[in-house]
């Protein structure tokens, strides 16, 4: 089990920056690639960004390439996701996730993350 929490969500503006964090619980978070996904109001839950096992091969969607940045501290049991240039099109809710044991990677599949935190909000203002 993994219990995961985000953080550091805010206003900004156009342009600015953000870190955002996941902590997790439990003692297999390393065992875990972990991903990113956002929901804008009144769209779909989108994949964002994912990183495997040990902190290799990071992946992103095209729209955030370039942008943002995913990283993990195994010992802290923290995923990160920097997020600069952002753009209001950034705004939604973010959720960090964790993979089922031997889902593939890169996933951008829902259905392939067994644990969810609950969100942080990220608003951008233009």
């Known amino acids: 089990q993994v219990q995961l929490v985000e953080s550091g969500g805010g206003l900004v503006q156009a342009g600015d920056s953000l870190r955002l964090s996941c902590e997790a619980s439990?003692?297999?978070?390393?065992?875990?690639?972990m991903a990113w996904f956002r929901q804008a109001p009144t769209k779909e839950r989108e994949f964002v960004a994912a990183?495997?096992?040990?902190?290799?091969?990071?992946y992103y969607i095209n729209s955030v390439k370039g942008r943002f940045t995913t990283s993990r501290d195994d010992r802290k049991k923290t995923l990160y996701l920097q997020m600069n240039s952002l753009s209001p099109e950034d705004t939604a809710l973010y959720f960090c996730?964790?993979?089922?044991?031997?889902?593939?990677?890169?996933?951008?599949?829902?259905?392939?993350?067994?644990?969810w935190g609950p969100g942080t909000q990220v608003t951008v203002s233009s």
């Open positions: 990183i495997e096992r040990y902190g290799y091969n990071p």
């Open positions: 996730a964790a993979a089922y044991y031997g889902a593939s990677y890169p996933s951008m599949r829902e259905d392939d993350y067994a644990f």
């Open positions: 439990g003692r297999t978070f390393s065992n875990h690639h």
